[in-house]
Structures are given as C-alpha cells and as structure tokens.
C-alpha cells in the first residue's frame, strides 16, 4: 500500500526571461522555425489518386482486350477516344448545354420553393409541423419516381423534366436548411436583438450567414440528386423539341450500338458531377464556411 | 485606492427593479426564477448579480436586456419601462459563439453600429478605437476562430463598449475562461472602468469575483431567488484578495448564502489562486 518511493526534493529557481517582442501578444516570432513543409504528403495523396485511376484503366483495358468484344465492352482505350473526339467535334457541349439549361431552371426552382418552404418552416408552429411532414414523406421518395406522374401532367417536355429537378432539389434543401436555422445559437440570435435587428433583418444578418454550413450542404446534396435524377429522366424520354441531353446522348448510342459511345456519355456524367462537386462546391465552402471556421 | 473621475448628474438611479418576479414554462409547469427582487444601479456602479446556481440571477439579467418579460413588477430604465432589447443594454454573455464566426474582428466591433444607422468609416474609426483599448488591434482582421477565448471576451467587450450603452449587461463574462486568463480579464476591466467609467450589471457566480468586480453586490437565494443582501465591495481590488477585509467579507457572503453550518473551507466555491 505504502510502496511508493518519496519523489526527491529539488532545489528551487527562478530564471528572468527576455522581455516579449511585442505587447507580449501570443504572436510573437517563434524562434523555431516552422516544422518543414507537411503539404508534400498530400499533393502525393493527390498523385496516388492518379495512379490508381490509371492502374483501374489498364485493368479494364486488358479485361476489355482479353474479352475482345467492342459491342458489349470497349476498351479504355476506345472510351478515351470516343471521349475526345466528342470533345472536339463539339457534339458532347451540344448535349451538356441542353442538359444544363434544363438543370440550372430546376435547380433554381427548386432553391426557390425551399426557401419558401423553409419561410413556412421558421415562421411559426403549424408551418414547422406540416413541412416537417412533408419532408419526411418526400426526401426518401425517388425523384425520378415522379416521372411517370410528371409525364401525365406536362406531357413530353420541359415541363416534367422541371417538375422531377425541382423535387430532386427542393426537399433535401428544406431539410437542410430547417435544420441550420434551429442551430442557430440562441447567443447569436440574442445578441443581433440586442442591436436592435428584428423581422427580415435578423434573418439576414444573423440567421442565414449562421446556418450557411447547413444551406451550403443542402445545396450540395441537392445538386447530386439533381444531377443524377435528370440523367435518369433524359435516359426514360430524353428529347425535347428534337434537342437532347446527355441522357439522350447515352440512350441514342446504345440504340445506335456505339457501346463506346456509350462509355464516354457515363464518363462525361461522371467527370461534370466530380467538377461541379470539386470546383462550384468546394470553392463556395472554401470562401465562406471554412474560412470563417464554421466547418473543417 | 485611485477614485475614477466621473462627472455624474445624479438624477436618482438609472437602472430600478422594483418587486421584480419573473416566471418561465418549464418542464413540469412554471418555474418561478426570481421572486420580489428590488434594487437600484445608480451612473458609474460596478453592480454584481451574485449567487448560486438557480438563484435567477441570469434570468434577471435577461430581463434587463429585453428578452424576458416579468411576471410581476416593474424594471426601468433611466424612467423609461424596459420592453424590449435595444442597443442602450447592451449585454456581453458567457458564450464564445455570441461573436459571429463570418466577421472578422473589427467587423464585429463595427456590426452593431452599422446595425444602429452610423456609416461605414465612423464606425470602423471607433471600431479600431476600441479594440486598441482592449490591446487588439492588431487582430482587427483576424476572423473570431483564430482566437483564444480572453481575446473573444475582450472583442466582445470592445464591441459592447463601442455602443456607449448607458448600462452595460454582463452574463457571467469570464466564467468560461480559465483562471489566470479570467483574472487578467478582471484586472483589464477594472481598468478600463477607471479610465471611461461606465456602468454596468455584472452577473456572477463567484465570491471572489463579485468582490473584486463590483462596487455593490446584491446576494440572491435560489430557488427561487430572493434577496438575501445587499452589501458593498467597492473597498475590494484585486490587489485586496488576501487581505484579512476580503477574508472576511468572503466569509460573510459564504454565511449569508449557506448559513453558518458551512463555512469557506468545507465548502467548494469556484475559488481561484489568490496572489
């Protein structure tokens, strides 16, 4: 029980140290010398990414040559270059164009009725309670459920294309954004009634800039479904007024049996998602949320 | 002892609660937070909220601020009933979110000036006044993140400083700062009591604390709270914390909350170094 040994007593001191460089802030000139350069570690995460890419391509380059059948599965090689030569005969902008204007009209509809939805949500117990509803019944339903629906209301066009985004986009949004708003830190909201702020102006000041981190990843969530369920819907019809999206394109091809064809369409699908995802996103974050150390 | 030089016209006091009773809906039906609480701050007090947890002392000094209402009994300032929050009250809380993280940190001095109507260079101009009073100037374009947890506390003081409110409300400032910092953070507010001379309602839990802070204490009881006292410290500074005076004022406060069977060493305060 009593088996520990006395630690030893030591002399005591005192050292008078150098007075601080500046106001004696907790910024002063380090004397060491920052640890040396820590990035070189993730730009090779960002090589090694590469690397595997390319390995995977190889892989199914000699499974496609050992298979040694374009119509079911072309090469890496083939893909690559089918890819290309879309690129550069323009024939891939023409359907990515098409897709996108009817994405950016969805996307933005949708945007709008969540914020509405969201108003309904924050401004009182009711509209919190039905939209609450709504979201839980919605958000887990399959836009491109929808279509079928869609088609007996707006017919062959734009129109249920738009209905389906705005699904795809609206409700994961709402959720989102309810859920940012209620997380609000009731310090903050105190202190902008503090400074006298009330009604729209809280809102904007306080209220949305607080619960950016939760929009922002609504909007992203919203853009994957968006994304992917108008892809779906342009593979089911496709074509408006003799113009189609990259769908279309896809659908066209395997009727056409330009598998490769086909292989570049899902590649494209897959690049434009990632960029939008690396470059509108991660941007938007980087400017806002992260900066201000709201998110990591 | 150095006496602040005020040139105060006194007009009666500027804050009064009179038999203020303030009730919320809690978990299983009202909950009673202060009952009958009196008392006047006069221009230029250093007036202490003090007592245990669940004494309301928070809860009134919300009320203060606008945002609780009172059940019963009256709170006005300078005359005038207090009915909703306004920039003359403006309160610093405990919380370190109550600075918004997408302002930088002059931007958070200037945000409730543009919010009052003032333009853009006056109050950026006062904005860095202040924070150089509070020793930030440097970290004017620093986001709040990037900040220790004294120097949130200090913009948010700049920052409510910068109002010139006629009180300043302050919800238990330092009590989420660590002890050698929340001792400084005393020291630089006592100076700058001295230098500009404003008053304020400091809220507390702490003995030590109320005496070194305050001019004038007014004891709570919990549940609910009520007014046990009303005792003076404007004798106490930092530099008093272990003379035999604050010893026994320290005691007196202890006996008047927990009665005589406990006294200061059987009972654990949120007690901090003394020098």
């Given at each position: 029980?009593?088996?520990?040994?006395?630690?030893?007593?030591?002399?005591?001191y005192e050292?008078?140290?150098?007075?601080?460089?500046l106001?004696?802030?907790?910024?002063?000139?380090?004397?060491?010398?920052?640890?040396?350069?820590?990035?070189?570690?993730?730009?090779?995460?960002w090589?090694?990414?590469?690397?595997?890419l390319?390995?995977?391509a190889?892989?199914?380059?000699?499974?496609?040559?050992?298979?040694?059948?374009?119509l079911l599965?072309?090469t890496a090689?083939?893909?690559?270059?089918?890819?290309?030569?879309?690129i550069?005969?323009?024939?891939?902008?023409?359907?990515v164009?098409?897709s996108?204007a009817?994405?950016?009209?969805?996307y933005?509809?949708?945007?709008?009725g969540?914020f509405?939805?969201?108003?309904?949500?924050?401004?009182n117990?009711?509209g919190r309670?039905?939209?609450?509803?709504?979201?839980?019944?919605?958000?887990?339903?399959p836009?491109?459920?929808l279509?079928?629906?869609a088609?007996?209301?707006?017919?062959?066009?734009?129109?249920?294309?738009?209905?389906?985004?705005?699904?795809?986009?609206?409700?994961?949004?709402t959720l989102?954004?309810?859920?940012g708003?209620?997380?609000?830190?009731?310090?903050?909201r105190?202190?902008?009634r503090?400074y006298?702020?009330g009604g729209?102006?809280?809102v904007?000041?306080?209220?949305?800039?607080?619960?950016?981190?939760?929009?922002?990843?609504g909007?992203k969530?919203?853009w994957?479904?968006?994304?992917?369920?108008?892809?779906?819907?342009?593979?089911?019809?496709g074509?408006?007024?003799g113009?189609?999206?990259?769908?279309w394109?896809?659908?066209?091809s395997r009727?056409?049996?330009?598998?490769d064809?086909?292989?570049?369409?899902?590649?494209a699908?897959?690049i434009i998602?990632?960029?939008?995802?690396?470059v509108?996103f991660?941007t938007?974050?980087?400017v806002?949320?992260r900066r201000?150390?709201?998110?990591? | 002892?150095n006496?602040?030089?005020l040139?105060?016209?006194?007009?009666?006091?500027l804050l009064?609660?009179?038999?203020v009773?303030?009730?919320?809906?809690g978990?299983?039906g009202?909950?009673r937070a202060t009952?009958d609480?009196s008392?006047?701050?006069?221009?230029?007090?250093?007036?202490v909220?003090?007592g245990?947890?669940?004494?309301g002392?928070s809860?009134?000094?919300?009320?203060?601020?606008?945002?609780i209402?009172?059940?019963a009994?009256?709170?006005?300032?300078?005359?005038?009933?207090?009915?909703a929050?306004?920039?003359?009250?403006?309160?610093?809380?405990?919380?370190?979110?109550?600075?918004?993280?997408?302002?930088?940190v002059?931007?958070?001095?200037?945000?409730?000036?543009?919010?009052?109507?003032?333009?853009?260079?006056?109050?950026?101009e006062?904005?860095?006044?202040?924070?150089?009073k509070?020793?930030l100037?440097?970290?004017a374009?620093?986001?709040?993140?990037?900040l220790s947890?004294?120097m949130?506390?200090r913009?948010?003081?700049?920052?409510?400083?910068?109002?010139?409110?006629?009180i300043?409300l302050?919800?238990?400032?330092f009590?989420a700062?660590?002890?050698?910092?929340?001792?400084?953070?005393?020291?630089?507010?006592?100076?700058?009591?001295?230098?500009i001379?404003?008053?304020?309602?400091?809220?507390?839990?702490?003995?030590?604390?109320?005496?070194v802070?305050g001019?004038r204490?007014?004891?709570?009881?919990?549940?609910?709270?009520?007014?046990?006292?009303e005792?003076?410290?404007?004798?106490f500074d930092?530099?008093?914390?272990?003379?035999?005076?604050?010893?026994?004022?320290?005691?007196?406060?202890?006996?008047l909350?927990?009665?005589?069977?406990?006294?200061p060493?059987?009972?654990?305060?949120?007690?901090y170094?003394?020098?």
């Amino acid at each position: 029980m009593s088996a520990f040994r006395e630690p030893p007593i030591r002399p005591e001191y005192e050292l008078a140290l150098p007075l601080p460089s500046l106001g004696g802030a907790p910024l002063g000139p380090s004397a060491h010398p920052a640890p040396a350069h820590r990035p070189v570690f993730g730009e090779l995460a960002w090589l090694r990414k590469a690397a595997l890419l390319l390995v995977l391509a190889a892989l199914w380059e000699a499974l496609a040559r050992w298979y040694d059948n374009d119509l079911l599965l072309p090469t890496a090689l083939a893909t690559g270059r089918a890819l290309v030569d879309g690129i550069v005969s323009g024939e891939l902008f023409g359907y990515v164009g098409v897709s996108f204007a009817v994405l950016a009209q969805g996307y933005v509809m949708g945007i709008a009725g969540a914020f509405l939805l969201t108003w309904l949500a924050v401004s009182n117990r009711v509209g919190r309670e039905l939209i609450e509803t709504l979201t839980s019944m919605f958000n887990p339903l399959p836009a491109i459920a929808l279509l079928p629906l869609a088609l007996l209301w707006f017919g062959l066009g734009k129109g249920s294309l738009i209905m389906v985004l705005m699904h795809s986009v609206m409700w994961p949004l709402t959720l989102n954004a309810c859920a940012g708003f209620r997380a609000v830190p009731e310090t903050l909201r105190m202190a902008g009634r503090n400074y006298g702020l009330g009604g729209l102006r809280l809102v904007l000041q306080i209220l949305i800039p607080a619960a950016l981190p939760a929009i922002l990843s609504g909007l992203k969530i919203g853009w994957a479904f968006a994304w992917r369920t108008l892809i779906a819907a342009e593979l089911v019809f496709g074509t408006t007024s003799g113009q189609g999206g990259l769908g279309w394109f896809i659908f066209q091809s395997r009727n056409e049996l330009f598998t490769d064809k086909v292989f570049a369409g899902l590649a494209a699908v897959i690049i434009i998602g990632l960029a939008v995802e690396q470059v509108v996103f991660q941007t938007l974050e980087r400017v806002t949320v992260r900066r201000w150390g709201m998110q990591r | 002892m150095n006496t602040p030089t005020l040139q105060v016209v006194q007009h009666g006091p500027l804050l009064r609660a009179e038999h203020v009773t303030i009730e919320y809906a809690g978990e299983h039906g009202t909950v009673r937070a202060t009952e009958d609480v009196s008392f006047d701050v006069h221009r230029g007090d250093r007036f202490v909220l003090l007592g245990p947890s669940g004494c309301g002392k928070s809860t009134l000094l919300k009320a203060v601020g606008g945002f609780i209402a009172p059940r019963a009994g009256s709170l006005r300032l300078g005359g005038k009933p207090i009915t909703a929050p306004g920039p003359d009250r403006i309160v610093v809380f405990q919380e370190f979110d109550q600075l918004p993280p997408w302002k930088t940190v002059e931007a958070n001095v200037m945000f409730p000036l543009l919010a009052g109507g003032m333009n853009k260079p006056e109050a950026r101009e006062r904005a860095r006044h202040w924070l150089g009073k509070v020793g930030l100037a440097r970290f004017a374009d620093a986001y709040p993140h990037t900040l220790s947890g004294g120097m949130k506390a200090r913009v948010a003081i700049a920052r409510a400083l910068a109002m010139q409110p006629e009180i300043l409300l302050m919800d238990e400032p330092f009590a989420a700062l660590d002890a050698l910092t929340r001792r400084k953070m005393q020291e630089e507010l006592q100076v700058l009591w001295e230098e500009i001379g404003f008053t304020m309602l400091f809220v507390t839990h702490s003995i030590e604390e109320a005496l070194v802070v305050g001019n004038r204490i007014l004891l709570l009881s919990p549940h609910p709270g009520r007014v046990r006292a009303e005792l003076n410290s404007h004798q106490f500074d930092l530099g008093s914390a272990g003379s035999v005076e604050f010893q026994a004022a320290n005691e007196r406060i202890h006996r008047l909350l927990f009665g005589d069977a406990a006294s200061p060493s059987t009972v654990s305060t949120p007690a901090y170094a003394h020098p």
